[in-house]
Antibody
Framework: EMQLLESGGGLVQPGGSLRLSCAAS????????MSWVRQVPGRGLEWVSG????????YYADSGKGRFTISRDNSKATLNFQMNSLRVEDTAVYYC??????????WGLGTLVTVSS | DIQMTQSPSSLSASVGDRVTITCRAS??????LAWYQQKPGRAPQLLIY???YLPAGVPSRFSGSGSGTDFTLTISSLQPEDFATYYC?????????FGQGTRLEI
């Protein structure tokens, strides 16, 4: 069974940093692009960042450029997301997403990031 | 960026109704479109991928159609568990973009 398990969320002060991780299982991790999508409670879905299957290409929404870094370790089937200079408006549930690439995409259950003083 | 416009933004319906939600892309996206259902406090659940493909486990009352810029999600006969928010998402280009959501209410 395909699974994506996010971790690393929590409470952080404005200007602080947080590193999210996503442990993947049940599929060939190295064959699929991955993304992070977030959702402010009560609001819509916002794609934040993506990475190619090899890790050679990365993509960011304007909201996170220069502050967020996506990476992956295919040997460990793990997706990472380093978030620096966090703002109150980054408060959201962050979802790890396996890209479809012609197959069904798959989402994790999410991890809550709260940026507050 | 590709803009995804869903309509309606909210919809009132009854059990047994046939419901259609539309999603329009600001440029051609072939069939790189997915539909999601989300209930409060839960992660989005995939309903349709590649515009018209039903993943395993999704009831057959859900169907998707369209290609290019115009897409539809149809629920043939609403069930009580279908009252939720629905989103479309394009995956032909980065940044990935979502529709604003359609809230389906009783």
């Amino acid at each position: 069974e395909m699974q994506l398990l996010e971790s690393g969320g929590g409470l952080v002060q404005p200007g602080g940093s947080l590193r999210l991780s996503c442990a993947a299982s049940g599929f060939t991790f190295s064959s699929f692009g991955m993304s992070w999508v977030r959702q402010v409670p009560g609001r819509g879905l916002e794609w934040v960042s993506g990475i190619s299957a090899s890790g050679g290409a990365t993509y960011y929404a304007d909201s996170g450029k220069g502050r967020f870094t996506i990476s992956r370790d295919n040997s460990k089937a793990t997706l990472n997301f380093q978030m620096n200079s966090l703002r109150v408006e980054d408060t959201a549930v962050y979802y790890c997403v396996k890209e479809g690439d012609g197959h069904p995409p798959h989402w994790g259950l999410g991890t809550l990031v709260t940026v507050s003083s | 960026d590709i803009q995804m416009t869903q309509s309606p933004s909210s919809l009132s319906a009854s059990v047994g109704d046939r419901v259609t939600i539309t999603c329009r892309a600001s440029q051609h996206i072939s069939n790189w479109l997915a539909w999601y259902q989300q209930k409060p406090g839960r992660a989005p659940q995939l309903l349709i991928y590649a515009a018209s493909y039903l993943p395993a486990g999704v009831p057959s009352r859900f169907s998707g159609s369209g290609s290019g810029t115009d897409f539809t999600l149809t629920i043939s006969s609403l069930q009580p568990e279908d009252f939720a928010t629905y989103y479309c998402q394009q995956s032909t280009a980065f940044p990935r973009t979502f529709g604003q959501g359609t809230r389906l209410e009783i």
